[in-house]
Nanobody, 115 residues
Framework: QVQLVESGGGLVQPGGSLRLSCAGS????????MGWYRQAPGKQRELVAA???????NYADSVKGRFTISRDNAKNTVYLQMNSLKPEDTAVYYC?????????WGQGTQVTVSS
């Protein structure tokens, strides 16, 4: 069965960096686009960044120039490098996979940006 497992979240000061990882299993990783989403308390889940199977990327305007999504097909892993973090980046971050009509989510990893 498909599994997505995120890691790398934590508490960081404003201006700091974190790298999130999402390891996928149960499917042919290299064949699918992947996305990172986030959900802050009281807000809707929103797309942060996405990467196609050919490694084309797109980003939410709020993170452009600060976040970088990448993938390592040999490790079945997608990454989100987050730099210059701001308090408004605080959220639970999820990776997402869409296979046909099915959408899969990881369990999420908490990112808290606070001094």
């Amino acid at each position: 069965q498909v599994q997505l497992v995120e890691s790398g979240g934590g508490l960081v000061q404003p201006g700091g960096s974190l790298r999130l990882s999402c390891a996928g299993s149960g499917y042919i990783f290299r064949r699918y686009a992947m996305g990172w989403y986030r959900q802050a308390p009281g807000k809707q889940r929103e797309l942060v960044a996405a990467i196609t199977r050919g490694s084309s990327t797109n980003y939410a305007d709020s993170v452009k120039g600060r976040f970088t999504i990448s993938r390592d097909n040999a490790k079945n892993t997608v990454y989100l490098q987050m730099n210059s973090l701001k308090p408004e980046d605080t959220a639970v971050y999820y990776c997402q996979l869409v296979v046909g009509a099915l959408t899969y989510w990881g369990q999420g990893t908490q990112v808290t940006v606070s001094s």
